[in-house]
C-alpha cells in the first residue's frame, strides 16, 4: 500500500525510476492498484454517478454513465486511499462517510 501511495503523492515516483523496486510481484501488484484508482478517478471526475455499498472486508463502488456502468470492488485500505482525492470526495459526497 506504501507503494501505491507513492505512486499517487509523490510525482517525482516515476515507473522508470524505479523500476527494479516495481518490477516484483509486489511492485506489479502497486502498479496494477495504482492504475485502477487512477480510472477509478478520471470517471468520476467527469461526471460518472457513482454508488457505494460496504460490505464486511471490501467495498462496491458502482459508477453509471451515459455509455453503461461499471462496478469495482475494492479493498477498504484501496477506497480510503481513492478518498485521498479532493475530487473523489466531492463526487462521492456523503457515500464517503460510514
Given at each position: 500500500m506504501r507503494a501505491v501511495e507513492r505512486l499517487?503523492?509523490?510525482p517525482?515516483?516515476?515507473?522508470n525510476r524505479h523500476f527494479l523496486a516495481l518490477s516484483s510481484p509486489e511492485g506489479k501488484r502497486a502498479l496494477r492498484i495504482h492504475?485502477?484508482?487512477r480510472s477509478l478517478e478520471r470517471a468520476l471526475s467527469a461526471g460518472a454517478a457513482a454508488t457505494v455499498a460496504r460490505e464486511a472486508?471490501?467495498?462496491r463502488l458502482t459508477l453509471r454513465?451515459?455509455?453503461g456502468s461499471r462496478t469495482s470492488?475494492?479493498?477498504r485500505a484501496e477506497?480510503?486511499?481513492l478518498c485521498g482525492s479532493p475530487a473523489v470526495r466531492a463526487a462521492l459526497g456523503e457515500a464517503i462517510g460510514g
Open positions: 499517487r503523492d509523490d517525482g515516483f516515476s515507473r492504475r485502477h484508482l472486508e471490501r467495498v454513465d451515459q455509455r470492488w475494492l479493498t477506497f480510503r486511499l
